[in-house]
């Protein structure tokens, strides 16, 4: 029969789409055509596979042969379609059966010598192949353990082509077997280390943080309700050290979240070599003159993820934030509001999770020596105020805690060992107050405070008038928007859950006030 039939994945942002691949061999000018919607690496792969095929010992078809790709309306991007391309013309050729083929899909990336090398995305594809009833998937021998991550699926890996035709044929061979074993590569991945400069591994610890009360409290309220930190003060005052401890005080990743950053992180190819599934939170942050597609995503051709949905369920640090363009600021807008990013391109418009804490740090100035204690500042109120509006005030209007930084003075330093709470302790804290926030929002779509819309927060727990009457009269006074007072009762309930409280009291709304409104420049 010269018509075949396969099965890969397309993915469209971390959703993957199934697509037959069928290869028809007709009389005619020997060639390959290919159809439905392929990118640049996909027309590549016309070479890469014949050279595959040749080089494992079978013989390429010396006639016409099309290639369609269907849905044909569905953008097709990568090298994973390689081995399902080579598996369809082989078995137009009848080098291979028909059946076997019905049932299974195929996902990798030929070698020009037959292997089959490791692919970015395989967790969200092999999702996509479950979702769609084909649970039996042939992936790469470097990305099984990614692929095994699947409730359902039944994993089959190979080496190269020659193993994928005996399985084919109903005799798989060992993995690995062969020449494969010897030259089996995985794909290179980046991998982003959060060990410390002098090569030591260990967590980053809240105790060695030295003073910074305030900016320390800060951060255990957005661990424990997910709220969004702004750190504002010179040099060398502990906002970089806040920012690096607060993964530390998040609880472990559970099951369902483990797996969606997986899925990004797959996709965006910085899967650690060795580690398939991430349980660690992340933490990502970006140099300043990153660009918006570097961010939050896109691409020319794959759309991929950007640091912002690297940093999905974990943390996001913007260092010296007013150096960074409005626009790759600004693009973070949508993302803090909603928890997703959207990428919008002529051929589709994809979407990426990106659920994350942000923090934002900034000098009081360009030159960085406003309020340090030798002085020597020379920029006037208005540069200073210039400096500081790069950061909108749409984007600020989204940060829940403000937070100054002091020089920290001798005493606190000899203080420091003997005073601080380690994170410890500090987590422990965190535990409760978001057990008590996922027991108040069982039965909601909701499971931390900063993710309460402002409307139903007033309408299934208000508070007693007198309680955020302070709050309701700086809203008067146009010290608040609309949104600001939402948010200033979001972080007053988080208060409330730290202390163990059923409710926010008027202290506890003071606290998140003064932490909106006081001393830091909106």
């Known amino acids: 029969m010269a018509l075949a039939r396969t099965f890969a994945i397309a993915l469209l942002g971390v959703a993957g789409h199934l697509v037959e691949v069928e290869a028809h061999l007709a009389n005619g000018l020997p060639g390959l055509t290919l159809i439905g919607l392929p990118d640049t690496a996909l027309h590549e792969a016309r070479d890469r596979v014949r050279a595959a095929v040749v080089n494992s010992g079978f013989s390429w078809p010396n006639r016409r042969i099309t290639l369609g790709l269907s849905p044909a309306t569905l953008p097709k991007s990568g090298s994973a379609f390689d081995v399902s391309i080579a598996a369809a013309i082989l078995a137009a050729s009848d080098v291979c059966p028909h059946s076997p083929l019905e049932r299974r899909v195929l996902i990798g990336e030929l070698g020009l010598d037959g292997r089959v090398r490791a692919v970015a995305g395989v967790l969200p594809a092999v999702l996509g192949a479950v979702d769609a009833g084909l649970p039996r998937v042939v992936v790469p021998v ?38 494969q074993q010897a030259v089996e590569q995985p794909v290179e991945r980046t991998t982003v280390s959060q060990s410390s ?11 060695q943080v030295a003073g910074q009360a305030e900016g320390r409290r800060a951060v255990e309220i957005a661990a424990a309700g997910g709220h969004h930190v702004y750190l504002l003060g010179p040099p060398g005052t502990g906002k970089t050290m806040l920012a690096e401890r607060l993964p530390g005080l998040l609880p472990p990743l559970e099951p369902a979240e483990a797996l969606e950053v997986t899925a990004v992180h797959s996709v965006a190819g910085v899967l650690p070599a060795g580690c398939p599934l991430v349980t660690t939170r992340p933490f990502r942050d970006p140099h300043h003159t990153a660009t918006v597609s570097a961010l939050v ?18 943390v996001l640090f913007l260092d010296e934030a007013p150096e960074f363009s409005g626009g790759v600021l600004d693009a973070l807008r ?3 509001e909603n928890g997703i990013v959207r990428v919008a391109r002529a051929r589709a418009v994809v979407s990426f999770p990106a659920r994350f804490t942000l923090v934002l740090a900034a000098n009081p100035c360009q030159c960085g020596r406003a309020d340090t204690r030798g002085g020597g500042c020379t920029c006037t109120a208005r540069i200073r105020h210039r400096y500081l509006a790069r950061l909108s005030g749409p984007l600020l209007d989204r940060v829940d805690l403000r937070v100054r930084t002091h020089a920290v003075t001798p005493a606190e330093l000899r203080a ?15 535990l409760q107050a978001r057990g008590a926030a996922t027991e108040r929002l069982a039965g909601t779509s ?7 819309p402002g409307a139903e927060l007033r309408r299934r727990w208000p508070l007693p008038r007198r309680v955020q009457a302070h709050a309701e009269a700086c809203l008067e006074r146009g010290g608040l928007t609309a949104r600001g007072l939402d948010r200033v009762l979001r972080v007053a309930w988080t208060i409330a859950d730290l202390g163990g409280r059923e409710q926010p009291a008027v202290d506890d709304v003071g606290e998140a006030l003064a932490l909106r409104v006081s001393g830091v420049p909106a």
């Open 297 to 314: 995503g896109g691409g020319s051709g794959l759309i991929r993820p950007g640091l912002a949905s690297e940093a999905h369920r974990g």
């Open 334 to 336: 949508q993302p803090l």
């Open 446 to 452: 909701w499971k931390l405070n900063a993710e309460v």
């Open 142 to 179: 470097g990305n099984a353990a990614e692929a095994r991550l699947v409730p359902g699926a039944e994993v089959e890996e190979v080496g190269d082509l020659p193993a994928l035709i005996a399985l084919l044929r109903g005799r798989p061979r060992p993995p690995g077997a062969g020449r």
């Open 416 to 430: 420091a060992a003997r005073l601080a709470e380690p994170s410890v302790v500090v987590r422990e804290r965190v």
């Open 197 to 207: 400069p002098d090569g030591r591994s260990e967590e980053p610890d809240l105790a």
